[in-house]
């Protein structure tokens, strides 16, 4: 399953600098795309999310970006801080629910 | 903060011996998820239950799997005759009506040997 595609696996950013990471789609029919941080031995916890009638969403110190045209989607964690460093994983629904994820990219965020 | 829990944390199994993975969804919710995650691979999605039956599954998802929701609170995924590569994180994950509300589990670390 390639629909959903983060071809960066890992990221390194300073403690106080912005995290930007990045997740394409292929399938037109998803409506729904949310962001999941993972640590080491628990489950995905629920981030953020944007409907694709949005282009923007903001909680805090994670603003979700859409780019339906592109396919693209993208999260800024401004400031990062060192509790940021987990693996991030950008999924996608259609109407059915059913998630797609992509590969997860590993955030570290340096003192 | 409700949370969906799943039980055992790991789990290890000879080749060819059933288990039972078990997960108490959050109360309120409507829809359930398996999930499993291979290590290095992607997450992915096994199973969706609403409404006591299967709403979706995926070829993964084959005649070795099933789930059942026995008692209106735990809802469990087994595996009849476990192989080698079922070896992986699963993920029990329930939601309400809206993508909004998907919670995931810690997972049960299966290790098939």
């Known amino acids: 399953d390639q629909q959903v595609k983060q071809n960066s696996p890992s990221l390194s950013v300073q403690e106080g600098r912005i995290s930007i990471l990045n997740c394409d789609y292929t399938?037109?029919?998803?409506?729904?795309f949310l962001w999941y941080k993972k640590y080491p031995a628990e489950g995905p916890t629920f981030l953020i999310s944007i409907s694709s009638i949005k282009d923007k969403n903001e909680d805090g110190r994670f603003t979700v970006f859409l780019n339906k045209s592109a396919k693209h989607l993208s999260l800024h964690i401004v400031p990062s801080q060192p509790g940021d460093s987990a693996v991030y994983f950008c999924?996608?629904?259609?109407?059915?629910?059913?998630?797609?994820f992509g590969a997860g990219t590993t955030v570290t965020v340096r003192a | 903060e409700p949370e969906v829990t799943q039980t055992p944390s790991h789990q290890v199994t000879q080749m060819g011996q059933e288990v039972i993975l078990r997960c108490v969804p959050i109360s309120n919710h409507l829809y359930f998820y398996w999930y499993r995650q291979i290590l290095g691979q992607k997450v992915e999605f096994l199973v969706s239950f609403y409404n006591n039956e299967i709403s979706e599954k995926s070829e993964i998802f084959d005649d070795q799997f099933s789930v059942e929701r026995p008692d209106g609170s735990n809802f469990t995924l087994k595996i009849r005759s476990t192989k080698l590569e079922d070896s992986a994180m699963y993920f029990c994950?329930?939601?309400?009506?809206?993508?909004?509300?998907?919670?995931f589990g810690s997972g049960t670390r299966l290790t098939v040997v």
């Open positions: 994950a329930s939601k309400t009506g809206s993508n909004y509300g998907y919670t």
């Open positions: 399938n037109s029919m998803f409506d729904y």
């Open positions: 999924a996608a629904s259609a109407d059915d629910y059913k998630l797609s």
